[in-house]
């Protein structure tokens, strides 16, 4: 688990909503059409970069500053869209604003930080990670569905299921940040803190 003293180098927080309006959440999946159209052409040119960073790390161990900018950005708007499709928020995702979800990713000092080799076995190594985030997000896919009905008739998110469901992504983020963006060499830990 990870310390106040030595955070995991990926977090993320989500404010917890005292009142949800039932008509958004009612025509979430209609009114998310647009930003879904955007978040899905940037993350498409986000994949090209990535394998760019692997190879940039393998060759020349650097993390080019304005390639980690780029990907740090990309997947905070990603973030804010899980947020608002999960009802976790009412905030309409915003490109630039980071509104009431919280994700912090830190800079990482690719000779000191990175081992050379290790961005070929990550993906290998987090096969655990993604295996059991598997049984975790279809149980977030049932806790939203079952929020969205106690938001329709109370205007609440349940906090233990609004908790459990930052919990996966705040875990999927760290093995992103493990495997995908390659910004840690840090196994990340089994936990949903």
Do not use: C
Not at 12 to 30: A, C, G, K, N, W
Not at 46 to 69: C, H, N, Q, S, T
Not at 140 to 163: K, M, S, Y
């Amino acid at each position: 688990m990870t310390t106040q003293t030595n955070p995991y180098p990926a977090r993320l927080e989500v404010d917890y909503p005292e009142e949800l309006d039932r008509l958004s959440t009612f025509f979430r999946l209609i009114w998310i059409l647009p930003i879904a159209v955007i978040v899905g052409f940037l993350s498409a040119a986000g994949e090209g970069m990535l394998g760019a960073v692997m190879l940039m790390i393998l060759f020349r161990l650097k993390y080019p500053r304005w390639w980690f900018d780029f990907t740090r950005e990309l997947t905070r708007l990603e973030t804010r869209f899980a947020a608002y499709l999960a009802l976790l928020t009412d905030r309409y995702p915003s490109t630039d604003e980071e509104q009431s979800v919280r994700l912090e990713i830190d800079y990482p000092d690719a000779e000191r930080d990175l081992n050379r080799w290790l961005p070929l076995v990550k993906w290998l190594l987090a096969v655990p990670h993604y295996v059991v985030l598997a049984f975790l997000l279809t149980g977030a896919v049932f806790a939203v569905l079952i929020a969205w009905f106690a938001i329709l008739f109370t205007g609440r998110f349940p906090r233990e299921l609004f908790d459990y469901v930052v919990g996966v992504g705040r875990w999927g983020l760290r093995v992103q940040a493990y495997a995908v963006l390659l910004v840690t060499d840090r196994y990340p830990p089994f936990s949903l803190r």
